[in-house]
């Protein structure tokens, strides 16, 4: 039940552009994005909720396909700050049990 | 507004001991939710706790268990620790509302190491 991120890592110069994707085979009632940089705690980002809109941070903003049960995280002119591992995480329902994807490390360098 | 403290940071312990490890959550937030990372496997849900009740629990033994107080401060306490129970344990702490559309707010975390 656990969600699947791909790519499961990826490096990126300084001004690229990257997707991560956050897919589940169970049908998903809202999704959170998270960032964790190496020996810290996890970070939010952002939360999608079923049949809500896009929802985006600074140049860091995220899709949510509830009829494909996908999310995507799209981080646009990287810098150096974006480097760290990103997850997502799902529940299936209201109150529903919260589970966090396999993760994507992204590396931005310069 | 303090952030979540969770106590000890570091902990080492020999196979067959016991542990507790304790979270303190941002005033005003209800639940506290408990993790396992490891490398191998990510982030795992432990249990989630609201107003004193467990409202989730994952898919790990009983040998894993937790609570809340009144207070809503929450304990975790593995029992007859193994090697592979060698983890940084996050809490995270949030409004709790079901529909999820609140955020977590993850503290330091607890480094377990079992020898």
Known sequence: ?110 | KAGVTQTPRYLIKTRGQQVTLSCSPISGHRSVSWYQQTPGQGLQFLFEYFSETQRNKGNFPGRFSGRQFSNSRSEMNVSTLELGDSALYLCASSLGLRDRSYEQYFGPGTRLTVT
């Open chain 1, 1 to 110: 039940q656990q969600p699947v991120q791909s790519p499961q890592a990826v490096i990126l110069r300084e001004g690229e552009d990257a997707v991560i994707n956050c897919s589940s085979s169970k049908a998903l009632y809202s999704v959170h994005w998270y960032r964790q940089k190496h020996g810290e705690a996890p970070v939010f980002l952002m939360i999608l909720l079923k049949g809500g809109e896009q929802k985006g941070h600074e140049k860091i903003s995220a899709s949510f396909n509830e009829k494909k049960q996908q999310s995507s995280l799209y981080l646009t002119a990287s810098q150096l700050s974006y480097s760290g591992t990103y997850f997502c995480g799902t529940a299936g329902g209201a109150g529903n049990q919260f589970y966090f994807g396999t993760g994507t490390s992204l590396t931005v360098i310069p």
